[in-house]
C-alpha cells in the first residue's frame, strides 16, 4: 500500500509594495506654553524647523561637568503662538485631501504626559483641534454628493457593498420600526455644550478637485487601546474593563472566578492584507456635527485618572478611524454602479496616543501601575518597530519587525509598509521638570524622521464620461419646465384633468337672444352642442376601449402575478434550503474560524519562538565572531612568542657558549695556578731540605704573620717560564711593596654600567676595579642600560671585624617584551682591606709539630698563604648560571 505523501501548506507570498517612491514620515514638533507656576524653560525655538534644549539648573550631562545644549530640526515647529487653525492647515489638511482622492492616512501625537496631545487632536469650544477641523473639512468637500442612508453598508470582514436605493430604504424602514436598533443621531440635535462651537464659520477649508460623478459615504469607529487590550467606545453597553463583573444574586457570573477577564476584541486580517478590528462598531454619519457627536459619546466612556502630573491623565492610546466609501455614478448619471469592485475605501486614523511616564513622579500606585506599565511598554514597542525600521532602510538588512509584540503597532503595520501617508506631532512641555523625558521624545522623533514610507498609488480611473451627474440634472430641470410649460406635469389632482379636458372641447358660441324672431342663434348652439355630444361620445368610446385594454391589460398582470407568486412561493421554498445551507456554512465558519484563531495563536508562539532563535542565533554568531578574533589574536600571540622564544634560544645559547668558552679558561687557568703552586712547593721543600743539610748554618727566623714582611720572592730566572701565569711571591721585609694595579674580571670588550652611589667611600686601597669601557653613573637609568651590555653596582658594608668590604655585584642587562631592560645577577666579587693588628693563622715553617692540630705541614702552610691569593664565591642570582670565580693576582711585567 502506497501512502500518500503529505502536503505542505503553501506560504502566502510576501505584499508587495504599493509604489517604489518613498516619502519619510512627516514628523512635527510643538511647543506647550508654560503654566504660571513654571518658571525655568528648557526649550528654546531657533527657527520655523529647530528647537534647542537647555539643560535645566543642576543637571550636568557630560562627565566633566559641562552644559550640553542640543538642537533636533522638525519638518515645522509649532511655537507657543501658533493656532489650531495653523497647525491643522500644515499637519491635518493633506491627510484629508487624500482621504476623499480614495488614499489612505495616519495621523498620532506623542510626547510625554502633560504635554498637551489631547487639546492637539480634540481642543476645546473655539479652538477645535485637529480631529473636528477634519471632519468639517470632510464633509464641507463631500456634502452635495452624499447618498442616502445604507446605500453603502459595511460587512464584517472589512469590506464594504452597495445596494440600491429601494433596498436602503427598505432596509431605513426595518432599522426605525425595530427597537433594537440604534437610531441614527441628527444633526439638528442640540449639540453637547462642551464641544458646541469648536469651528469658526470662518475657518472652514474645503477640498478641491472632488469627482462631482460619485457619491460618498462616512463611517466613524472609536477605539482605545486599555492595558494591550481593544475595546469599542462606541457600543451602548460598555462594561468598565477593570471592575468585576456580577449578576443580579450578588455573585460573580463565572462560578468560581472572582473576576472576569475583559472581553477584548481581534485583530485581523482581510483579503488585502489590511489589518482591521473584528466586530467593531461603524456608524455611517452625514454631517461633522453628527459625527463629533458620536465621537464625544465615546470619548466619556474613555479611561482617564488624576495623578500628580496631570489632572486629566489618559490611560489608553484612542483611534477613531474615519471611513469614506465611495463609488461612481452609471451612465446616466442617476443611480450608483451597482458593482462591489468598483467600490474605493480610504480611512484616516487620528491616534490620540497616551503618554509615557515615570511613576515616581506621578505618584502611581496599584491599578495605575500597571496602567503606566502598560502604556510605556506599547510605547517602547512602537520605538523597537521604528529602529527595526530605520534599520532595515539603512544597513539593507532584512530583520523581522516585532508588529504582533502590541496591539498599537498591529494595528498599524500596513502603514508603515506603505498604505498610506504617515505623521507625527510630538508634544513636548518646555518646563524644566521635564526635561530628561523630552530628551528621550526627541531621539525618537530624530529617528522617526530617517524611517520612509512607501507612497500610495493613485486609484483607477472610471471609464464613464466625466460630467454625467451634471448633464442628469440638467435633463431633469428641463424636463420639468416643459412640463409645466405644458401643463404641469400629469401626475396633478383627477379634477385639474377634467377641466384640461374640458377646454379641449370646442367652444361654444354666444347665445345672446336680442330678438324673439331669431332663428340663427339657437340652431347654431344647437349644432355647437350636437358636435361637443359627439366629440364627448367618441372620447367615452375611447376612455371605455382604453378602460377594456387595462382590464385585459390588468387581468393578465393578475395571471402574471399568481405565475410570479407560485414562483415566489416555489423560490421561497428554495430560500429555506439555502438559509439551512447559510446556516450550515455559518457553523462550518464559526468552527473555521475558531481553527483560525487557534492557528493565530500558534502563529504568535511560532514568531516568538523564531524570534527567541534568532536572538539565540545573532548571540551565538556574536560569541563565534568574538571567539575567531581571540583565536586570531592567540594564533599571532603564539607566532610573536614562537620569534621571540626563538630570539631568547639564541641569544641563551650564544650566553652558555659563551659562558661555557669563560668556564674552561678559567678551568685551564686554575689548574695552570695549581700547577705552578706545586712547583714552587716542591722548589722551596727542595730549598729547605738543601738548607737543613749545610753545616753551620743559623736556625731560620720565627713565622711571621700575614701582616708582617714576608720571605723575598724567587728571583724571575728561578721561576717557571713567562707563559705560565702565577702569583707574586710575597716580598722580604725591607724591600717596600710596589703598588699593583688589579683588573677586574669584567673588562671584556663588552660595554659596562658602572653603577657607583654618591654615598661611597675612597678606601684608598692598592688593589682597585677598573672598568675601561663603562659609563659611569650615580643611580641606575633606563636610558644608560639600553646603551650597555654589562651592570656592575658597588656596594660598601661593614664586615663582622668591623672594616669596611667592598663587594661589586656583576649583572647582565636584559632587553625586556616591553621594550625595557632588566638586569640579571651573575657574580659578586669582594673587596676587603684588613689591619696589621689582625692575628693570622700561620706557622712557622721551622716548627716541626703543626700548630692548628691539622697535621699540615708549616713550611708548605706558609707556601700556600703566601702564593695562593683567590676568593671562591657563588652567584647571586637563581636566573643564572652558578660558578667559581678565581680572582687571582697576576705578575707585573718587568
Known amino acids: 500500500m502506497i501512502r500518500q505523501a503529505k502536503g505542505r501548506t503553501p506560504r502566502r507570498p ?188 470662518e475657518e472652514a477649508y474645503k477640498t478641491d478637485g472632488v469627482d462631482e460623478d460619485s457619491s460618498y459615504s462616512v463611517f466613524v469607529s472609536y ?122 475605501v480610504s480611512q484616516l486614523c487620528l491616534v490620540d496616543l497616551a503618554g509615557s511616564e515615570r511613576t515616581g513622579r506621578t505618584g502611581a500606585e496599584g491599578t495605575r501601575i500597571r496602567e503606566a506599565g502598560n502604556i510605556n511598554q506599547s510605547l517602547l514597542n512602537l520605538r523597537t518597530c521604528i529602529e527595526v525600521l530605520r534599520e532595515n532602510q539603512m544597513c539593507g538588512t532584512n ?135 359627439r366629440i364627448r361620445q367618441m372620447m367615452i368610446d375611447y376612455y371605455n376601449n382604453a378602460a377594456n385594454r387595462m382590464k385585459s391589460m390588468l387581468q393578465e398582470l393578475d395571471n402574471i402575478r399568481m405565475s410570479k407568486d407560485e414562483l415566489i412561493h416555489e423560490q421561497n421554498g428554495k430560500l429555506a434550503n439555502k438559509d439551512k445551507i447559510i446556516q450550515n456554512n455559518k457553523a462550518e465558519l464559526e468552527r473555521l474560524e475558531k481553527k483560525t484563531r487557534m492557528q493565530e495563536h500558534k502563529i504568535d508562539i511560532l514568531q516568538k519562538t523564531t524570534k527567541i532563535y534568532e536572538d539565540d542565533k545573532r548571540s551565538m554568531k556574536y560569541e563565534l565572531e568574538t571567539r575567531d578574533q581571540r583565536l586570531q589574536r592567540e594564533l599571532s600571540d603564539k607566532k610573536r612568542m614562537e620569534q621571540r622564544m626563538h630570539g631568547q634560544v639564541t641569544d641563551t645559547q650564544y650566553k652558555w657558549e659563551k659562558e661555557c668558552d669563560r668556564r674552561v ?54 721561576r717557571l717560564p713567562a707563559k705560565r701565569s702565577a702569583s ?9 711593596v710596589r703598588p699593583l694595579h688589579r683588573r677586574s674580571r669584567s673588562a671584556g670588550g663588552e660595554k659596562w654600567v658602572d653603577h657607583k652611589p654618591t654615598s661611597s667611600l675612597d678606601l684608598g686601597t692598592v688593589l682597585q676595579p677598573v672598568l675601561p669601557n663603562a659609563i659611569q653613573v650615580s643611580a641606575a637609568s633606563g636610558k644608560a642600560l639600553s646603551k650597555c651590555d654589562r651592570y656592575v653596582l658597588t656596594h660598601q658594608e661593614v664586615g663582622s671585624d668591623g672594616e669596611i668590604q667592598t663587594k661589586l655585584v656583576k649583572g647582565e642587562v636584559i632587553q625586556t617584551r616591553g621594550g625595557g631592560q632588566s638586569v640579571q645577577f651573575t657574580d659578586i666579587e669582594t673587596l676587603k682591606q684588613e689591619l696589621t693588628t689582625v692575628p693570622r693563622r700561620k706557622r712557622k715553617s721551622s716548627e716541626g709539630a703543626p700548630a692548628n692540630g691539622d697535621g699540615t705541614d708549616g713550611s708548605w702552610t706558609d707556601v700556600e698563604t703566601r702564593c695562593s691569593v683567590a676568593m671562591e664565591m657563588r652567584a647571586g642570582s637563581n636566573m643564572g648560571p652558578g660558578f667559581e670565580h678565581h680572582g687571582i693576582t697576576k705578575r707585573r711585567k718587568p
Open 14 to 201: 510576501p505584499k508587495k509594495p504599493s509604489s517604489t517612491q518613498k516619502d519619510p514620515v512627516g514628523v512635527y514638533c510643538r511647543v506647550r506654553p508654560l503654566g504660571a507656576e513654571d518658571e525655568e524653560c528648557c526649550i528654546e525655538v531657533i527657527s520655523g524647523t529647530t528647537i534647542q534644549l537647555h539643560a535645566p539648573e543642576g543637571f550636568k550631562t557630560n562627565r566633566n561637568g559641562e552644559y550640553k545644549e542640543t538642537q533636533y530640526s522638525f519638518k515645522k515647529v509649532f511655537g507657543v503662538s501658533m493656532s489650531q487653525m495653523e497647525l491643522f492647515e500644515h499637519v491635518a489638511k493633506p491627510l484629508v485631501d487624500d482621504l476623499v482622492h480614495g488614499k489612505n492616512g495616519l495621523l498620532f501625537t506623542y510626547g510625554v504626559t502633560g504635554s498637551g496631545k489631547t487639546f492637539t487632536m480634540t481642543g476645546s469650544p473655539g479652538q477645535g483641534g485637529l480631529l473636528p477641523r477634519s471632519l468639517d473639512m470632510l464633509f464641507n468637500s463631500i456634502g452635495p454628493y452624499q447618498t442616502k442612508r445604507y446605500v453603502f453598508k459595511t460587512d464584517d470582514k472589512n469590506g464594504m457593498e452597495v445596494q440600491s436605493e429601494v433596498d436602503a430604504l427598505l432596509e431605513r424602514q426595518k432599522r426605525e420600526n425595530n427597537p433594537s436598533f440604534t437610531k441614527p443621531s441628527s444633526s439638528r440635535q442640540k449639540l453637547d455644550p462642551e464641544i458646541a462651537d469648536m469651528i469658526k464659520s
Open 223 to 344: 477605539i482605545e487601546i486599555y492595558n494591550n487590550y481593544i475595546y469599542d467606545l462606541l457600543e451602548e453597553n460598555q462594561e468598565d474593563a477593570i471592575k468585576p463583573k456580577w449578576n443580579g444574586g450578588g455573585t460573580p457570573v463565572r462560578p468560581n472566578t472572582e473576576f472576569i477577564p475583559p472581553q477584548s476584541k481581534i485583530l485581523r486580517e482581510d483579503q488585502n492584507h489590511n489589518m482591521y478590528v473584528s466586530g467593531c462598531m461603524e456608524v455611517e454619519v452625514k454631517s461633522a456635527e453628527e459625527a463629533f457627536q458620536v465621537f464625544w459619546r465615546g470619548q466619556k466612556k474613555r479611561k482617564v485618572a488624576n495623578t500628580c502630573l496631570n489632572r486629566e491623565s489618559s490611560r489608553s492610546h484612542s483611534v477613531l478611524i474615519v471611513k469614506l466609501a465611495q463609488a461612481p455614478l452609471d451612465a446616466d448619471g442617476d443611480n450608483i454602479l451597482q458593482d462591489k469592485n468598483q467600490v474605493t
Open 399 to 533: 530583520r523581522m519587525v516585532p508588529y504582533r509584540d502590541s496591539k498599537v503597532t498591529h494595528l498599524f503595520k500596513n502603514y508603515f509598509d506603505g498604505e498610506g501617508k504617515v505623521r507625527m506631532v510630538v508634544c513636548v512641555n518646555p518646563k524644566a521638570d521635564d526635561y530628561e523625558e523630552t530628551l528621550l521624545v526627541m531621539r525618537f522623533a530624530e529617528m522617526t524622521q530617517e524611517v520612509e514610507v512607501a507612497r500610495p498609488v493613485d486609484r483607477p480611473i472610471c471609464g464613464f464620461t466625466p460630467g454625467r451627474r451634471h448633464r442628469n440634472r440638467a435633463f431633469k430641470d428641463e424636463l420639468t419646465r416643459k412640463l409645466e410649460e405644458r401643463g404641469g406635469p400629469i401626475d396633478r389632482d383627477v379634477p385639474l384633468v377634467i377641466n384640461q379636458l374640458a377646454h379641449s372641447l370646442p367652444p361654444l358660441p354666444s347665445c345672446e337672444l336680442t330678438d324673439p324672431n331669431d332663428d340663427i342663434t339657437l340652431p347654431r348652439l344647437i349644432d355647437a352642442l350636437q358636435n361637443r355630444h
Open 665 to 718: 679558561n678559567a678551568m685551564q687557568l686554575e689548574m695552570q695556578n695549581k700547577l705552578w703552586v706545586k712547583d714552587e712547593k716542591l722548589k722551596q721543600l727542595k730549598a729547605i731540605v738543601t738548607e737543613g743539610k749545610t753545616p753551620g748554618r743559623p736556625d731560620p727566623p720565627p713565622r711571621q704573620t700575614q701582616t708582617q714582611t714576608q720571605p723575598q720572592r724567587p728571583s724571575r730566572e728561578e
Open 728 to 736: 707574586p711571591s710575597p716580598a722580604p721585609t725591607a724591600t717596600p
